[in-house]
């Protein structure tokens, strides 16, 4: 096997919020953000294209052909690096979870790196529903939640935004503010090629906007029950967690697994202050709901760590351990505490724009809490997963320092956000004070 090959080329789809189709998310890091373009440059938009087309573009094609040759391509950049790092890619868990290999490849693959696309279906789907949420999030924006329209244009003063199909406005109807660009989840077009391609599924990973929210989504969960392909396919979920409804337990019931990622990362005031305007209690009933959950479903709390929130972690993690009561969600001995992902954008919210002086204490909050485990007698499993989770965090945000260049601006962002909101940072993390101004 060449060490650059990958199953994701061959077998998946990935669909960003604005409906453009892309390599897959790990591909980002592109100045096109591994979007997959027409020869004219334009994207391919799960709103007006051919799902199938996509994927003998020349960028898929290239892709495939390097992988094949033992070459990265500019798109894989990320896992070339984590590799290089030492730490474990998205494309070597991907080789781990699917049986499609090298060899495989090598069979259906034609010189110039085209397959076709009826012999090798696509078995694994990235779907990520417009924008259309319930929260705006502080380390969000208008491309991630539609709510975010009436702050980003009080923050900016501009009432549009770029995002990877160029510059988008966001328009008032009848008082009501939108941006048409996001709508895609409505065309049924999407839906049918999605479902015409339901016996060949495996794995389903759906994203936001919030995918509770988005009507069409159940009723694809009760196309896949309908036609008995719900016993193959395993759906996966990034939840904000405000509404778990009790239709989609009840279809979740005939799915071979479900795993939710309830995007929790903090609690009460904190969460709130991240999550504007989730309410802790809703989320807390919510919380409890999914942790009473039938076996074939699976959750852990993926915690995106902020500078906001990055002190308040460890309370969390001890809230979790010692007083939260869960036991299914982030229950498992590989990952007994949280499943917790730096937020690497917006850099004025990365925890490396922190002042030297924070980032001590943040250090200390974390090795303390090492300690606290271990004097605690957790087993050895919570240890290990505790001192992971420490040396991840802490080596991330002192290798680098953000601090000149965007702590200016997470001071005056934070500041007009607070004030929009009626909210104050020093409130719910006091920390802050003094270095503050
Ligand atoms: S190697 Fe990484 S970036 Fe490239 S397709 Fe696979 S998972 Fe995506």
Known sequence: MTNTFCPIPWIFQAVRSNGDLRVCCQANVTKNKGVIRKSNGTAYNSGVDNLQEARNAELMKNIRSNMLHGKWSEECGRCQREEDNGLTSRRQY????WKYS????LTDTASDGSIDIEKTPVIYYDLRFGNFCNLKCRMCGPSDSNAWFEDWIKLTGKNTFNDTSGEITIENVNGKLCASDFDWPNNESFWQQLEANVHNIEHVYFAGGEPMLIERHYEFLQKCINVDAAKNIT???NTNMSTLPPRVIKLWEKFKHVRVGASIDGMDKVLEYQRYPAKWDKLHKNLT????MPENIQSWFAFTVTAYNVFHMVDFMKWKLQESNFKRISGTKSKPIVSHHVAHNPEHLNIRVLPPELKIIATK??????QWVEDNNYPDYVLRSARHIRNGIIKYMNSE?????YWDYFVTYTKSLDKMRNESLIDIEPIFEGHFK
């Open 94 to 97: 991907e080789n781990v979870q």
């Open 102 to 105: 090298i060899v495989d490849a």
């Open 235 to 237: 759906v996966e979920y």
């Open 289 to 292: 709901t999914l942790d009473s």
């Open 365 to 370: 909050k974390f090795d303390d809490f090492v």
């Open 401 to 405: 320092s953000y601090y000149e260049e």
